[in-house]
């Protein structure tokens, strides 16, 4: 079976399709390339190339590793229709390098998010065992084996925690020196504890339409922050791809590579992009 077939085998069963929010989303395979990468040297095993975001430096890594045959970016590169394909174009360019280097994508994006063991839930590792977690919006007629599937995640605290000790928690599971925080009165003073934290993959904007003490996402916007506040919620912002891309050497990376060594196929390396990150940083 070809390395593509392959990878698309092994990321339904992961993260299937038919938990994508399709009414707006671009997932499952992007570019199809006609004349796949051959292998460089027998000994040298074909790689997938994991990346969060799709841009020319992450590209560029990827198409400089002639093992590399199937990129899998979990935002779609493709979203929009394009009319033409064109060099003058960033994202049309990066899409017909791919091809033309005979490297196919695949996106999951927010199927990634609402399977069983998905982004949403990797967000909530950092708390341990100290709670328990479900789904905000349950998934209609899940596949098999992602019964508790859906969109977003809430957990709750066995015990409520201080408010900076679940920053610090946050701050560690996601590795990040800093965060941003709009902490409400109540839990500053530590009058009111943090009992419950919503989670939400990249932007948060349908998370505000849940309760929770406490929110936890990547993006969220003035005004619903400012809501947020009203109703005595506290809000801890990471920014949009750092909620995701600890996901894919945690969850993703070892997830494919045992799917794989289990088809019967050749050995098939899964590397991730060394050169993917947020673009904001604190300065």
């Known amino acids: 079976m070809a390395l593509l077939a392959r990878v698309l085998k092994s990321m339904e069963r992961i993260a299937p399709q038919s938990l994508a929010d399709h009414a707006w989303d671009n997932v499952g395979l992007l570019v199809e390339a006609p004349y796949p990468r051959t292998r460089v040297a027998s000994a040298t095993p074909q790689r997938v190339f ?109 015990e409520p925690k201080p408010v900076q000790q679940v920053i610090e928690q946050i701050k560690r599971h996601f590795g990040l020196p800093h965060v941003r925080a709009a902490i409400h009165s109540a839990h500053a003073s530590n009058e009111k504890l943090i009992s419950t934290v919503g989670v939400w993959a990249g932007s948060g904007s349908e998370l505000v339409n849940h309760p929770a003490d406490l929110y936890l996402t990547g993006e969220l916007g003035h005004h619903d922050v400012l809501e947020a506040l009203e109703q005595n919620r506290t809000v801890i912002l990471c920014e949009h791809s750092n909620t995701e891309r600890g996901y894919l050497s945690a969850v993703l990376k070892p997830k494919l590579e045992a799917l794989l060594s289990q088809d019967g196929g050749e050995p098939v390396e899964i590397v991730v992009s060394k050169t993917d990150k947020d673009p904001l940083v604190v300065v």
């Open 50 to 158: 994991l990346t969060i975001d799709f841009t020319t430096a992450v590209v560029d890594e990827a198409l400089n590793d002639p093992s590399v045959g199937v990129i899998v970016a979990y935002h779609p590169p493709i979203f929009r229709g394009m009319k033409r394909l064109l060099l003058k174009d960033t994202k049309q360019r990066m899409v017909l390098q791919c091809a033309a280097k005979g490297v196919s994508v695949f996106s999951p994006h927010t199927s990634c998010d609402s399977c069983e063991d998905g982004v949403n839930d990797w967000m909530l590792q950092g708390f341990g065992d100290s709670g328990t977690s479900s789904v905000y919006v349950p998934a209609v007629n899940p596949p098999a084996g992602h019964e508790n599937s859906g969109k977003g995640r809430v957990f709750t605290f066995h």
